[in-house]
């Protein structure tokens, strides 16, 4: 559900890595918007280009084309640009200031030679935030992600990895940013501290009216935290919509097969469902189809999908689908059980 007004866009965003003489087109012609404290979840298997857009949005990674526009102000273009657009040093710091990461692995992203303290404190000296009173704020928030005082004077290695992530975001949230990318939070961690975390931020969302984006392989956690849901294929969007509406009737084939590959914890349901096997191999992105990126495992694709690729169109409010053929899916793979609401 759309919860306020535009803080990000995403204009034709593309990110090209050299391969020898060719190019990896790791996200092509990505168009999306995020709405000011909602919480937008990106999935899609590994390889997709959930991350490399996570890094795209906040700076990290400069985009081969396409603009990031963040308040009406555009925020992140190709290098060769920045000039042309007149994005001074201050633009970009306050921006990084606004837009914080949660990476995977929490003990590769923190500095194991600093302790809690001087990674949480550090944001607040680039930034110049509560000036003799950092370590009150540090403290606060410690006691925000639920870790003890006693925590600001131990090591990375010191810790397990579910505090190890806590510290992680409590160093993001040390200069109040408006957006947070959770780039896979819980996927490195043990399962019994994952409904922890989630929790947690979900927790820190509401109280400080955060805006986020959650990348995951997840698509249990994904409908329980998001608001909107994005589906992403071989660095292309294949489908968008409201988490529940997502979940409830998901369009493309490709949102169908994932969502037909969830367990689900009950035997007798598990055993009346239909799960939804691709055939065919998936391209390389160093050499992606001109048309649909999915046609070589679509069942439907034609010569269209081949030499043509769909444009993102919204087919209900909200719901906006890239395919050519979604009539004729509709009409033969709604079937009981095809997928499941998890």
């Known amino acids: 559900m759309k919860t306020g007004e535009v803080l990000v866009e995403l204009n034709d965003i593309c990110e090209y890595f050299s391969v020898g003489k060719k190019k990896l087109k790791a996200l092509d012609g990505i168009n999306l918007v995020i709405h000011s404290g909602e919480v937008l979840g990106i999935v899609g298997e590994s390889g997709c280009g959930k991350s490399t857009l996570g890094r795209v949005i906040s700076r990290i990674y400069h985009p081969t ?22 994005l001074t040093e201050k633009q970009k710091k306050e921006y990084c200031k606004n837009v914080q990461v949660i990476f995977q692995d929490p003990y590769s992203s923190l500095n194991p030679r600093h302790t809690t303290r001087k990674s949480i404190i550090r944001g607040m000296e680039v930034h110049n935030l509560y000036p003799g009173h950092q370590e009150e704020r540090m403290k ?37 940013p408006e957006l947070l990318i959770c780039d896979e939070p819980i996927s490195a961690l ?82 009346k469902r239909h799960r939804i096997l691709l055939n065919g191999d998936i391209p390389s992105p160093v050499d992606a189809p001109k048309g649909c990126t999915f046609c070589s495992r679509c069942p439907y694709a034609d010569a269209l999908c081949e030499k043509e690729r769909p444009a993102l169109k919204e087919v209900s409010p909200g719901h906006l689908v890239s395919c050519h053929h979604l009539d004729r899916i509709e009409k033969e793979e709604t079937k009981e059980g095809a997928y499941v609401t998890v």
Do not use: W
């Open 65 to 86: 084309k396409g603009q990031v526009v963040y308040k009406g102000m555009v925020s992140n273009v190709p290098r060769r640009e920045e000039k042309e657009h007149r």
């Open 140 to 176: 606060e928030l410690l006691q925000m992600v639920g870790l003890p005082e006693s925590a600001a004077d131990r090591y990375p290695h010191e810790f397990s990895g579910g505090q190890r992530q806590r510290i992680c975001i409590a160093r993001a949230l040390s200069i109040e």
């Open 190 to 271: 043990d399962v019994s501290i994952q409904s922890q975390i989630v929790n947690l931020l979900i927790s820190l969302k509401e109280r400080l009216g955060l805006t986020m984006v959650f990348i995951s392989h997840d698509l249990s956690v994904v409908k329980y935290i998001c608001d909107r849901v994005v589906v992403m294929y071989l660095g292309t969007v294949m489908e968008v919509a409201d988490s529940q509406e997502l979940y409830r009737n998901p369009l493309h084939f490709y949102t169908k097969a994932l969502l037909s590959a969830v367990p689900i914890a009950d035997p007798e349901v598990e055993k």
